[in-house]
């Protein structure tokens, strides 16, 4: 007779489910959750908010299904114990009229792509905690009144964040881990979906003209603005990212200034170990734990100097793409002109 299978309990299987999990490839939100963003975020702007993100993860896509967005306060109120105890009001109302209240993380806005933050990762790290997989939806306004769809999916990567958890960013264990600059976030492809009810109300409300009003915003000349702020905040970054040098060069000064204190004291002991072996005395160690000179120096973090170089690579990279669309829009408009 065969023997039956042993059974398994729902926790059983959710932890071998979990543990196998596939990594996740694709943000799937729906239309109306963009729209939710994008209307809460330019309402706002310049001014900085944030959202929940709800919906369901789903082997190697994570739906996003609803949103709603944290309210402003100011500063002299309880903004953490307050926005908790919002959160979960919000998500006991949802659960009441039966609509989807699992976080997959949270939205926000940004001004001219300057989101890489430390605020951003401890916002993540502290998402982790609780929740397997989540994301975060950014969203620049800025960027988008130039014809585009500024919106991108991040999380961090699994090396960066062991390496955070054990505050480990010197440049061994960054070596170790063959950790650079960009491997500290990752971007997830988007897919807006629809359902089939929405899209064919969607068809019906499309103009019989096939010219929209984000086409005509692809058309302006004028970028001086967007060209302007961005230098300037580039500006910005290189002078934080040279005082993160100045930071690297003074510890290395004093490391080589310990380094060749170290020879001295040890050439000097060496020699006096010499004179006590020849009186026939007892040898002294050769280091000395209790001098200072042996004090190993703490190694400035790298992280401050990461975030940096990816937020300057993120301003150059949008220079580069106004600027090419740019002249692409001038030499179409001279070749109507003749």
């Known amino acids: 007779m065969a023997t039956a299978a042993p059974s398994r309990s729902f926790l059983q299987v959710a932890a071998t489910e979990e543990a196998v999990a596939p990594p996740l490839r694709v943000v799937q939100i729906e239309g109306l959750v963009v729209l939710k963003i ?45 926005g908790a105890n919002y959160q979960l009001e919000m998500m006991r109302c949802l659960r009441e009229v039966n609509v989807d ?83 500290i976030f990752e971007e997830i492809p988007i897919k807006v979906s629809n359902s089939a009810l929405v899209s064919a109300f969607m068809t019906e409300l499309e103009p019989d003209s096939p010219v929209t009003q984000s086409d005509y915003d692809r058309l302006q000349l004028s970028t001086n603005p967007f060209m302007e702020r961005n230098m300037e905040f580039l500006i910005e970054c290189m002078d934080d990212l040279s005082m993160e040098q100045q930071k690297f060069q003074f510890y290395y000064r004093n490391l080589s200034r310990q380094q060749a204190q170290q020879q001295t004291w040890l050439q000097k002991r060496r020699s006096e170990n010499m004179a006590r072996k020849a009186a026939g005395e007892e040898a002294l160690p050769e280091e000395d734990p209790s001098n200072p000179i042996f004090k190993p120096l703490p190694e400035p973090s790298r992280l401050d100097s990461f975030l940096i170089t990816n937020q300057v690579s993120n301003y150059c990279n949008q220079i580069n793409s106004v600027a090419g669309q740019s002249f692409s829009r001038l030499y179409l408009m001279k070749a109507l002109h003749e």
Request: with cysteine; hydrophobic share 35%; proline share 3%.
């Open 38 to 82: 994008i209307k809460h975020c330019t309402e706002f702007s310049p001014a900085l908010v944030t959202g929940q993100l709800l919906g369901l993860d789903v082997g190697s896509v994570l739906e996003v299904t609803n949103c709603f967005p944290f309210p402003m306060r100011e500063e002299d109120e309880e903004i953490e114990a307050d």
């Open 101 to 183: 209240n699992n976080t997959v993380g949270w939205y926000q806005s940004t001004l001219l792509g300057s989101f890489q933050t430390v605020e951003l990762i401890e916002t993540f790290m502290n998402y982790q905690e609780n929740i397997r997989r989540c994301v975060c939806i950014i969203y620049d306004p800025s960027k988008s009144n130039q014809g585009v769809l500024a919106l991108k999916a991040l999380k961090l990567s699994d090396s960066f964040m062991e390496l955070y958890r054990n505050n480990d960013f010197n440049g061994e264990k960054l070596r170790e881990k063959n950790l650079t600059w960009v491997d």
